[in-house]
């Protein structure tokens, strides 16, 4: 009987072994002691880890897995030891965080991933820790994935703050509310209450009495009907400040319950097209991304990340048509086509004028970021002397500097100065710094404008005796939709786009863009680009 006994007990230990093996999570197994020596480990860990199970068994654990984490090579600090002896001191199972741990591919080359591992302790009799199992996932593509997802919803939040665009999505089973950054800040929801949780009723409140009864019922109405939601209504806020707003949004039904997803706009200072086209985009992206909310995590993560720079771009060129075509007829009316025009009218007609053209710059501004964000911004090139494109430019900005009084002086070479360019964007990013020294330079200052050759390149330098940069201020010139306080900047305006544009359009010529500047002294940027040789 005891031989029967002991024959069955060693199949069944066989029949776990076989099982172990076999099992699809990567496993392993340490004495619970110093050097944590490997007691078995199974194919699935063998494959993760690129080692050979004969060369495991009965080894210190880190001679096997040498501590590669960046946190050690910094510190010295063995984030792994660290839970081995948790693990001891607690005696319960527990998951990690993802960590990141390289691994070397079949050619010996280190290879970055990340892990995300989780350990149980195995009891002796005496209810001591005498064995630790490790368990481990590769979760590289989901650490990559969550952090291109996230990079993307922060380029969408700048993108949206231009415009004043904010959203929400309204869980109507739940009476829960998401909104994003923009819409916070538009109805002055404190971080404190956000983090409570918002309800319908705390937008209610805000809504001006004489609206409130219009809105109530529009939203009861698209619940009831299903209709689309649309309504224009005033706002106040707790500082009892009063603001025009654009809302739209249509209930959708996932799984028995109800979502109403939407889109908001402060209209104050401009109800005009631009507003209702970029509404009107938001809001398709908004309904794909509903759409989503009981999907997979991963997957629509990254199918927002893909529609957000393409929203932009979309946007942008969309709204670049109409702007035009108010230009157009603008001009037509001011050059007589529509009759004399009195004197009173011509100037307000100049002033809408300016203003649409401004309004373009900073359209196109923004679909170029868009651009440059999607790699889309492609330079087609040819052998230019840069010398004439320069001397267009200053040619153009010239009536700026003798309306401000500026001492301008233009300096360049008797010979060509070949350059292989797109002649249109290397132009942008010229007029760009440009017109920087002209707008942050008080009346009465000095630009200089210098080019030369520096060996195997050429070097633009635009130099004034403008408001000066702090230092402090230096990383955010190149950012995007940054733009630096100081006396003149709210007199100079603009979109916080000309800067960082200018940088990716030097860059994509092989070029590079640097700044010297002393408050309240003058600044100097230079932009260096490679000679054409053939």
Same mark, same amino acid.
């Given at each position: 009987?005891?031989?029967?006994?002991?024959?069955?007990?060693?199949?069944?230990?066989?029949?776990?072994?076989?099982?172990?093996?076999?099992?699809?999570?990567?496993?392993?197994?340490?004495?619970?002691?110093?050097?944590?020596?490997?007691?078995?480990?199974?194919?699935?860990?063998?494959?993760?880890?690129?080692?050979?199970? *004969?060369?495991?068994?009965?080894?210190?654990?880190?001679?096997?897995?040498?501590?590669?984490?960046?946190?050690?090579?910094?510190?010295?600090?063995?984030?792994?030891?660290?839970?081995?002896?948790?693990?001891?001191?607690?005696?319960?199972?527990?998951?990690?965080?993802?960590?990141?741990?390289?691994?070397?591919?079949?050619?010996?080359?280190?290879?970055?991933?990340?892990?995300?591992?989780?350990?149980?302790?195995?009891?002796?009799?005496?209810?001591?820790?005498?064995?630790?199992?490790?368990?481990?996932?590769?979760?590289?593509?989901?650490?990559?994935?969550?952090?291109?997802?996230?990079?993307?919803?922060?380029?969408?939040?700048?993108?949206?703050?231009?415009?004043?665009?904010?959203?929400?999505?309204?869980?109507?089973?739940?009476?829960?509310?998401?909104?994003?950054?923009?819409?916070? *800040?538009?109805?002055?929801?404190?971080?404190?209450?956000?983090?409570?949780?918002?309800?319908?009723?705390?937008?209610?409140?805000?809504?001006?009495?004489?609206?409130?009864?219009?809105?109530?019922?529009?939203?009861?109405?698209?619940?009831?009907?299903?209709?689309?939601?649309?309504?224009?209504?005033?706002?106040?806020?707790?500082?009892?400040?009063?603001?025009?707003?654009?809302?739209?949004?249509?209930?959708?039904?996932?799984?028995?319950?109800?979502?109403?997803?939407?889109?908001?706009?402060?209209?104050?200072?401009?109800?005009?097209?631009?507003?209702?086209?970029?509404?009107?985009?938001?809001?398709?992206?908004?309904?794909?991304?509903?759409?989503?909310?009981?999907?997979?995590?991963?997957?629509?993560?990254?199918?927002? $990340?893909?529609?957000?720079?393409?929203?932009?771009?979309?946007?942008?060129?969309?709204?670049?048509?109409?702007?035009?075509?108010?230009?157009?007829?603008?001009?037509?009316?001011?050059? $007589?086509?529509?009759?004399?025009?009195?004197?009173?009218?011509?100037?307000?007609?100049?002033?809408?004028?300016?203003?649409?053209?401004?309004?373009?710059?900073?359209?196109?501004?923004?679909?170029?970021?868009?651009?440059?964000?999607?790699?889309?911004?492609?330079?087609?090139?040819?052998?230019?002397?840069?010398?004439?494109?320069?001397?267009?430019?200053?040619?153009?900005? *010239?009536?700026?500097?003798?309306?401000?009084?500026?001492?301008?002086?233009?300096?360049?070479?008797?010979?060509?100065?070949?350059?292989?360019?797109?002649?249109?964007?290397?132009?942008?990013?010229?007029?760009?710094?440009?017109?920087?020294?002209?707008?942050?330079?008080?009346?009465?200052?000095?630009?200089?404008?210098?080019?030369?050759?520096?060996?195997?390149?050429?070097?633009?330098?635009?130099?004034?005796?403008?408001?000066?940069?702090?230092?402090?201020?230096?990383?955010?010139?190149?950012?995007?939709?940054?733009?630096?306080?100081?006396?003149?900047?709210?007199?100079?305006?603009?979109?916080?786009?000309?800067?960082?544009?200018?940088?990716?359009?030097?860059?994509?010529?092989?070029?590079?863009?640097?700044?010297?500047?002393?408050?309240?002294?003058?600044?100097?940027?230079?932009?260096?680009?490679?000679?054409?040789?053939?």
């Amino acid at each position: 009987m005891l031989q029967y006994d002991t024959v069955l007990e060693n199949t069944l230990a066989l029949d776990y072994w076989k099982l172990f093996q076999d099992l699809p999570e990567a496993y392993f197994l340490v004495e619970a002691v110093e050097p944590y020596r490997i007691v078995e480990i199974n194919k699935a860990r063998e494959k993760l880890g690129n080692v050979k199970r *004969k060369d495991c068994i009965g080894r210190p654990l880190f001679e096997v897995f040498p501590d590669m984490t960046p946190k050690y090579r910094e510190t010295g600090v063995s984030e792994l030891r660290l839970r081995l002896e948790e693990i001891m001191r607690i005696g319960k199972h527990k998951e990690f965080e993802p960590f990141r741990y390289d691994i070397k591919d079949a050619e010996g080359v280190p290879r970055v991933h990340y892990w995300r591992t989780s350990y149980t302790p195995i009891l002796d009799q005496e209810k001591a820790v005498r064995y630790i199992l490790s368990a481990a996932r590769d979760v590289t593509e989901e650490v990559k994935a969550a952090r291109r997802a996230a990079n993307m919803e922060d380029r969408l939040e700048a993108a949206l703050a231009v415009g004043k665009v904010g959203s929400w999505l309204w869980d109507i089973t739940e009476n829960t509310i998401t909104s994003d950054k923009n819409l916070a *800040k538009l109805f002055h929801i404190t971080k404190k209450r956000l983090a409570k949780g918002l309800q319908i009723e705390d937008f209610e409140r805000a809504v001006h009495p004489e609206d409130r009864e219009r809105v109530r019922l529009a939203i009861q109405r698209s619940i009831t009907e299903r209709v689309p939601f649309e309504e224009e209504y005033r706002i106040t806020l707790p500082d009892g400040a009063q603001r025009w707003v654009l809302a739209r949004g249509k209930v959708e039904e996932h799984d028995g319950r109800l979502f109403f997803p939407g889109v908001i706009v402060d209209i104050t200072e401009r109800r005009d097209l631009q507003a209702q086209v970029e509404l009107a985009h938001r809001q398709d992206q908004l309904n794909r991304r509903a759409a989503k909310v009981l999907q997979r995590r991963n997957e629509e993560l990254e199918a927002i $990340g893909r529609s957000k720079d393409e929203f932009v771009a979309l946007a942008s060129h969309q709204l670049r048509t109409p702007a035009t075509a108010v230009k157009q007829y603008l001009g037509m009316v001011l050059q $007589g086509y529509a009759g004399e025009v009195p004197e009173i009218q011509l100037d307000m007609l100049d002033k809408a004028f300016e203003s649409n053209e401004r309004q373009i710059q900073i359209i196109n501004q923004i679909l170029n970021a868009a651009r440059a964000d999607t790699g889309r911004l492609v330079m087609s090139t040819v052998v230019v002397d840069l010398r004439i494109l320069i001397k267009n430019v200053w040619s153009d900005m *010239k009536p700026s500097f003798e309306q401000r009084g500026h001492r301008a002086t233009i300096n360049l070479p008797r010979t060509p100065v070949r350059v292989a360019a797109d002649q249109g964007y290397l132009r942008m990013a010229v007029e760009n710094v440009l017109n920087n020294a002209c707008v942050y330079t008080p009346d009465g200052g000095q630009v200089d404008l210098k080019l030369q050759r520096a060996g195997s390149h050429c070097r633009l330098t635009i130099s004034d005796t403008g408001v000066g940069i702090k230092k402090a201020d230096f990383s955010k010139l190149f950012a995007k939709f940054s733009r630096i306080h100081n006396p003149l900047s709210v007199q100079a305006g603009g979109s916080g786009i000309g800067l960082y544009l200018t940088s990716e359009i030097v860059r994509l010529h092989a070029g590079k863009v640097t700044v010297e500047s002393r408050l309240h002294k003058g600044t100097t940027f230079a932009i260096s680009l490679p000679l054409a040789h053939n």
